[in-house]
């Protein structure tokens, strides 16, 4: 696995007490609704993100391809059809394999 690229930037858009609307490349909001945000999350080979603290949970699920996560929780490795779930105030690091690409989709719980 690769080292982190680069680090998710928001937009807290002046809600008190709501989730950031994540922004980053190969990070795209697909739909949202009062309790959850849903995002395709394409990692390329041997690039990274990191998901900072939030007052939401993470619900990342892995469609294809192998990801490396770096958590609270500890180490450990995603394959296709596998998921992790993160309650608020985790950062997660999330690191691609370094010969092929991931999908995932990554869900935000308010």
Known sequence: MSTVDSVVSID??????SCTTLLQEGLELQW???W?????LRIN????IVLPKSRCAYLLLDIAG?????WSGGVRTL?????????PQNEIRINGDPKK?????????K
């Open 12 to 17: 807290d858009g002046n809600r008190s007490g």
């Open 101 to 109: 690409k991931a999908d995932c989709v990554l869900l935000e719980l």
């Open 36 to 40: 959850v945000r849903a995002y395709k």
């Open 79 to 87: 394959q296709a059809d596998e998921f992790l779930f993160s309650p």
């Open 66 to 70: 192998v990801i490396g996560i770096d």
């Open 45 to 48: 080979k041997g690039k990274g």
């Open 32 to 34: 949202q609704e009062k």
